[in-house]
């Protein structure tokens, strides 16, 4: 999840634009996306315009937060919150909760990838562009910074940063007696008579069912 915002302090009256994320169940995008411009209702700085490029005029027919809050809420639930820099976005998130007398998401349901690039490269840079230079990601439309844009190139960002996209899979070098299982399991020949399919009409109408209800970018459908 990613925010732009019009300045660095929201107690000093500064204000969310945009907010942006993308869903990833078991580590893996699903295609459910959140974008929402927001008319901050004050000027822009001249300054944060340099960063994102929304300006007055763009954001002037944009909803207020209030009128996008629950829907927002809605969408995060009580999922955990991927975010670099989590403690900016944050406090913004709810300062403006706040202002509308509802409660905040708590910060422990973030997770920061900034505070992970630096504990697991300490020294290094580790801007979202920096990493993305580490770890060989395509950011090259990333000319202005963009909420929607950020939080699809901070997931790639934070697959890479626990360990790619099967953290859990052994790529190290393994011992001799799991050398010999892997080499035993590739030797094992294929059966003489394949088995017969074991779904039922009704598994197969219930998976077509849920193939269906999938949005139409969803990863799952490159495998379908």
């Known amino acids: 999840m990613d925010t732009e915002t ?35 209702e004050r000027s822009m700085p001249a300054e944060a315009f340099a960063v994102h490029g929304l300006g007055d005029e763009f954001l ?26 989590a403690s900016f976005d944050m406090k913004f998130i709810n300062a ?26 300490p020294g290094s840079p580790a801007s979202l562009d920096a990493l993305c230079r580490r770890f060989g990601i395509d950011n090259s439309s990333r000319t202005l910074h963009g909420a929607l844009l950020d939080s699809e190139i901070l997931a790639e960002v934070y697959l890479e940063l626990i360990g790619g996209r099967q953290p ?7 011992d001799a007696s799991a050398e010999r299982s892997t080499a035993q399991m590739q030797t094992v020949a294929a059966r003489p008579t394949p088995l017969k399919p074991r779904l039922t009409e009704k598994e197969k109408a219930a998976h077509a069912e849920f193939l269906a209800a999938l949005p139409e970018n969803a990863l799952w459908n490159d495998f379908s």
Do not use: C, S
Request: no cysteine; glycine share 10%; charged share 25%.
């Open 60 to 85: 002037a027919d944009k909803p207020v937060f209030a009128k996008i809050a629950d829907e927002f809420v809605n969408f995060v639930g009580d999922a955990k919150l991927v975010i670099h820099n």
């Open 168 to 174: 859990g899979l052994v790529l190290g070098r393994q």
């Open 96 to 121: 403006e909760l706040r202002w509308l007398g509802k409660p905040g998401i708590p910060f422990e349901q973030a997770t920061d990838t900034l505070a992970i690039a630096r504990k697991r490269y």
């Open 6 to 40: 019009t300045g660095l302090d929201p107690e000093a009256g500064d204000r969310i634009v945009e907010i942006g994320g993308v869903e990833l169940i078991n580590h893996m995008p699903t295609g459910r996306t959140y974008h929402q411009y927001i008319n901050p």
